[in-house]
């Protein structure tokens, strides 16, 4: 069974930086992309980067210059280096990968932005 599981979400001060990853527990599987998701309370998810298997890179918008994504996709680890954060970026931060037709994603990291 594959699961992608999160780490490294808390508490931070707007203006500082914190570093998310993301691995398949029990195993090494592959995934194209890989990416990471984001929701806020009362909102929708939504994209905030992902990563594809050549290293082509995309991003919302409103990270652009703050964020940069990272990761091997053949052994279905991504990371998510997240600098200048604002309170807007505070949410629960979901990691997922795509593999043979199915969407995996891990049960999300809280990220909580203090102004």
């Known amino acids: 069974q594959v699961q992608l599981v999160e780490s490294g979400g808390g508490p931070v001060q707007a203006g500082g930086s914190l570093r998310l990853s993301c691995a398949p527990s029990?195993?090494?599987?592959?995934?194209?992309?890989m990416g990471w998701f984001r929701q806020a309370p009362g909102k929708q998810r939504e994209l905030v980067a992902t990563?594809?298997?050549?290293?082509?890179?995309n991003y919302a918008d409103s990270v652009k210059g703050r964020f940069t994504i990272s990761g091997d996709n053949t052994k279905g680890t991504v990371s998510l280096q997240m600098n200048s954060l604002k309170p807007e970026d505070t949410a629960v931060y979901y990691c997922?990968?795509?593999?043979?037709?199915?969407?995996?994603w891990g049960k999300g990291t809280l990220v909580t932005v203090s102004s």
């Open positions: 997922n990968g795509y593999r043979y037709g199915v969407n995996y």
């Open positions: 990563i594809a298997g050549g290293g082509t890179t």
């Open positions: 029990g195993s090494t599987f592959s995934f194209n992309p």
